[in-house]
T-cell receptor, first 118, second 113 residues
Framework: DGGITQSPKYLFRKEGQNVTLSCEQN?????MYWYRQDPGQGLRLIYY???????QKGDIAEGYSVSREKKESFPLTVTSAQKNPTAFYLC?????????????????FGPGTRLTVT | DQQVKQNSPSLSVQEGRISILNCDYT??????FLWYKKYPAEGPTFLIS?????DKNEDGRFTVFLNKSAKHLSLHIVPSQPGDSAVYFC????????????FGKGTKLTVNP
C-alpha cells in the first residue's frame, strides 16, 4: 500500500536532548513537508523539501533541522534550542510542479508523532 | 499574523441537518482554497477544493462556496452524519506558491445522532 509512515507514534524525551522524528513515503512524491500542530492551533509549516538534497524553511523553523538525502525520507530533528517542543508533528508529501497556475497537488499526511518533552 | 482564519472553534449539529463551516482569509494572492478533515491522532485528509475563479464546487454531500470580494469561504455538509464529526481545516495556496499551504486553526464539528 502506498502511503506515509511516521514513527514512533508517541515519543518522550527529557529537556535538553535532541530527538529525530522519522518520515518515509512510498508515493514517489517529490515534495515533503513537516508541520507542527498545537492544541487549538492549525498546522504550521516547519520545513519543506521540493527535491532531494534541498529544503526550505517554513514559518517556524527555529530549533528544528531536516535532511533530504533520499526521495523517500525526510527526517526532522527537534533540537534542544526549540523552546516549546511538545506538540503533534505531522509529515506530508505531494507532487511538486512549482506551479504558477492550476490546482496545487493534494498533500498526503502521515499519522503523526506526538512528542512530549519534560 | 493569521492569513487564514476559522473563527468558530467548534460547531454542533443534529444528524441530517446542514453543517456550515466558515473560513476567512486576508491574502489576496491566494488562488486555491482547500478543506481538510482530521480525526484525532490521525493526519488530515483532503476533502474538497475550489479555485478562485469559481464561486462554488460540489462533491456529493460537500459543497464549498467562495465569496472573493468578502474573502470568505464556507463548507456545507448536507445531510450531516455522525461520521462527519472531526476537525475541519481550511487551507489556502498562494498564486505562484506551488504546493505550499497556509492552514486555519480548524473547527471541530460534532454531529449528534
Amino acid at each position: 500500500d502506498g502511503g506515509i509512515t511516521q514513527s514512533p507514534k508517541y515519543l518522550f524525551r527529557k529537556e535538553g536532548q535532541n530527538v529525530t522524528l522519522s518520515c518515509e513515503q512510498n508515493l514517489n512524491h517529490d515534495a515533503m513537508y513537516w508541520y507542527r500542530q498545537d492544541p487549538g492551533q492549525g498546522l504550521r509549516l516547519i520545513y519543506y523539501s521540493q527535491i532531494v538534497n534541498d529544503f526550505q524553511k517554513g514559518d517556524i523553523a527555529e530549533g528544528y533541522s531536516v535532511s533530504r538525502e533520499k526521495k523517500e525520507s525526510f527526517p526532522l530533528t527537534v533540537t534542544s534550542a526549540q523552546k516549546n517542543p511538545t506538540a503533534f508533528y505531522l509529515c506530508a508529501s505531494s507532487r511538486w510542479t512549482g506551479r504558477t497556475s492550476g490546482q496545487p497537488y493534494e498533500q498526503y499526511f502521515g499519522p503523526g508523532t506526538r512528542l512530549t518533552v519534560t | 499574523d493569521q492569513q487564514v482564519k476559522q473563527n468558530s472553534p467548534s460547531l454542533s449539529v443534529q444528524e441530517g441537518r446542514i453543517s456550515i463551516l466558515n473560513c476567512d482569509y486576508t491574502n489576496s494572492m491566494f488562488d486555491y482554497f482547500l478543506w481538510y478533515k482530521k480525526y484525532p491522532a490521525e493526519g488530515p485528509t483532503f476533502l474538497i477544493s475550489i479555485s478562485s475563479i469559481k464561486d462554488k464546487n460540489e462533491d456529493g454531500r460537500f459543497t464549498v462556496f467562495l465569496n472573493k470580494s468578502a474573502k470568505h469561504l464556507s463548507l456545507h455538509i448536507v445531510p450531516s452524519q455522525p461520521g462527519d464529526s472531526a476537525v475541519y481545516f481550511c487551507a489556502a495556496s498562494e498564486k505562484g506558491g506551488s504546493e505550499k499551504l497556509v492552514f486555519g486553526k480548524g473547527t471541530k464539528l460534532t454531529v449528534n445522532p
